[in-house]
């Protein structure tokens, strides 16, 4: 059962537009809601991170926009680059022990020149 | 600051020996790591959590006697893959949570196994 649900798998974009993805979660106690980005061979790196008190963030070019109600948040990067291709991978929080991270399956994008 | 690396970077072994993967982290203590497996094209998949001084916690399906895992110090967790196959071919990734902070944890930079 998938607990967050990521899409679109894949994802290509001229350079200069804008990428979305979306994430939906399941369960209301996920309280972070972090996006990563990872090259080919390369660890996750932090993009940005939300909590659910807050419905939007910005860092740069890139927003995260969250809807505590839909129990959905995006990941939205403006004037998209060729540098940002890469695998976007949401993730969200639990709570309990150790406060695992539940991960989406991931959306490829490619960027165009 | 919050950097964690990975030795080696990639590794090549026999099927039947065993390997060990170092997870450390450069400029902070790390009172929790993770362990991750990631194969080509998919997500992140936890493999298990580890706290400084105490035996890991694996996730449902993880064999710990397969996947040894020692956070012996603040700074350093070890995965050792035992008695290897080709099966576990993979990427690992691990990543280290400061103490205090509950949220946000520091990715290594992965290991590629490749078992023969």
């Known amino acids: 059962q998938q607990q967050v649900k990521q899409s679109p798998q894949s994802l290509i974009v001229q350079k200069g537009g804008i990428s979305i993805i979306n994430c939906a979660y399941e369960?209301?106690?996920?309280?972070?809601f972090p996006w990563y980005q990872q090259f080919p061979g390369k660890g996750p790196a932090l993009l940005i991170a939300?909590?659910?008190d807050v419905s939007e963030k910005k860092e740069g070019r890139f927003t995260i926009s969250f809807n505590k109600s839909a129990k959905q948040f995006s990941l939205h990067i403006m004037d998209s680059q060729p540098g940002d291709s890469a695998t976007y991978f949401c993730a969200a929080l639990g709570a309990g022990n150790n406060r695992k991270l539940i991960w989406g399956l991931g959306t490829s994008l490619a960027v165009n020149p | 600051g919050a950097v964690v690396s990975q030795h080696p970077s990639w590794v090549i072994c026999k099927s039947g020996t065993s390997v060990k993967i170092e997870c450390r982290s450069l400029?902070?203590?790390?009172?929790?790591m993770f362990w991750y497996r990631q194969f080509p094209k998919q997500s992140l998949m936890l493999m298990a959590t580890s706290n400084e001084g105490s035996k890991a916690t694996y996730e449902q399906g993880v064999e710990k006697d397969k996947f040894l895992i020692n956070h012996a110090s603040l700074t350093l967790s070890t995965l050792t893959v035992t008695s290897a196959h080709p099966e576990d071919s993979s990427f690992y990734i691990c990543s280290a949570r400061t103490p205090g902070q509950a949220t946000e944890q520091y990715f290594g930079p992965g290991t590629r196994l490749t078992v023969t």
């Open positions: 400029d902070f203590q790390a009172t929790t």
């Open positions: 369960n209301t106690a996920f309280d972070y």
């Open positions: 939300i909590r659910p």
